[in-house]
């Protein structure tokens, strides 16, 4: 069993940048791919980042690419999503999720998610 917690997100201006984290309890925690997801107001959550339980393989969607980086500590049990050059349409709630098989794309592989933190982005 995994607990997620997500923090970090907020208002801020276009151009500017946050780092969301997403705690997790659990002992297992290195041995789970993690995701971060979003969204915005509508029926569809997209996937946004993904890394390897060892943090040595990263995945972005095409829309953050160069924007976003995510990253993991394993010791701290927590993955991170630093967030630069946000624009309006990055305006969700993102949430984070862990994974233990499957593509890192798609949201039902994911057996695990945190409640959601927002972000809004103003022009």
């Known amino acids: 069993q995994v607990q997620l917690v997500e923090s970090g997100g907020g208002l801020v201006q276009a151009g500017g940048s946050l780092r969301l984290s997403c705690a997790a309890s659990g002992r297992t925690f290195s041995s789970y791919t993690m995701g971060w997801f979003r969204q915005a107001p509508g029926p569809e959550r997209e996937f946004v980042s993904a890394?390897?339980?060892?943090?040595?393989?990263?995945y972005y969607a095409d829309s953050v690419k160069g924007r976003f980086t995510i990253s993991r500590d394993n010791a701290k049990n927590t993955v991170y999503l630093q967030m630069n050059s946000l624009k309006p349409e990055d305006t969700a709630v993102y949430y984070c999720?862990?994974?233990?098989?499957?593509?890192?794309?798609?949201?039902?592989?994911?057996?695990?998610w945190g409640q959601g933190t927002q972000v809004t982005v103003s022009s």
């Open positions: 999720a862990a994974s233990s098989a499957g593509s890192y794309y798609f949201g039902h592989n994911y057996h695990y």
């Open positions: 890394i390897s339980w060892s943090g040595g393989l990263t």
